[in-house]
Structure formats: C-alpha cells, structure tokens
C-alpha cells in the first residue's frame, strides 16, 4: 500500500459552496503549488517519520485534500524548510540509515528542504 507525498513551496485553499436541501455546505480544497508529488509505500513512510520524530521531534503532516470546515491554521502544520533540513542532516550523520536503508530518501529530503519546499503526506 502506499500515500501520496506532494513537495511544494506555497499552497491556496479554495472554497466551494454547495446548495442542498438542507441549505449549504461549504468545503474548502487545498492545492499545493510549485511543486510535484509521488507515492511511496507506508512502511517507508513509517521509517521516515520515525527518524524525523526521533532526531527532531517533528513529522510531516498528513493533510486531506477536502475540508468541511474551514482548515485554520494548515500553514503551522508544515515544517519549515530549513528544520527539515537540519533534521535530516542529524539522520544523515547517524548510522540508522544502513540499518534501514533510508539514506537516499533522506538526502533527497534534504535537498528539496536546502531549495525550499515544503513537504506533507496524502492523509486517507
């Protein structure tokens, strides 16, 4: 199984309003921008976010695509580029990466984060 990762450098939130009859219900959507995404299995996931959690007491969100109540403060969420990457430069310099063979993954992080970009998960 695997979720989605996006890589971005800013993001807007678009509201939509739907007439029911009950009334309205509003939704907001995020898009990410300036950016791309891939997929990769969960069990790396897990491996990353356990070393972010344990080098740098961070982990990157897993946001959904779709609200139905206005997504207050998204921006806080997301790990500022520049801890990303000093994060990972603790992961980097620790030997937990041949024990489970993250290293690429994490200098790949390091590098989006050294250029800017933000990074979140696809939340199910």
């Known amino acids: ?11 807007k939130i678009e ?3 739907i007439d029911n009859i009950f009334g309205q ?6 898009e990410f921008l300036d950016g791309d ?6 069990g790396n996931i897990t491996k990353y976010q356990d070393a972010f959690k344990k080098y740098g007491n961070i982990s990157i969100p897993y946001v959904e695509y779709e609200y139905y109540s206005k ?3 998204l921006k806080e969420r997301f790990i500022e580029p520049k801890t990303l990457s000093e994060v990972c430069s603790k992961i980097l310099s620790n030997c937990i990466l041949d024990k489970y063979d993250i290293k690429s993954r994490i200098e790949w992080f390091k590098e989006m ?3 800017g970009y933000y990074f979140s998960f696809d939340a199910f």
């Not at 199984?1 to 993001?11: A, E, L, Q, T």
């Not at 995404?37 to 969960?42: A, G, P």
């Open 1 to 11: 199984m695997s979720r989605g990762i996006n890589w971005f450098k800013d993001f």
């Open 37 to 42: 995404s891939t997929s990769f299995s969960e």
């Open 113 to 115: 984060s050294d250029k």
């Open 71 to 73: 997504p207050r403060y």
């Open 25 to 30: 219900d509003i939704t907001y959507s995020v």
């Open 15 to 17: 509201e939509e309003i």
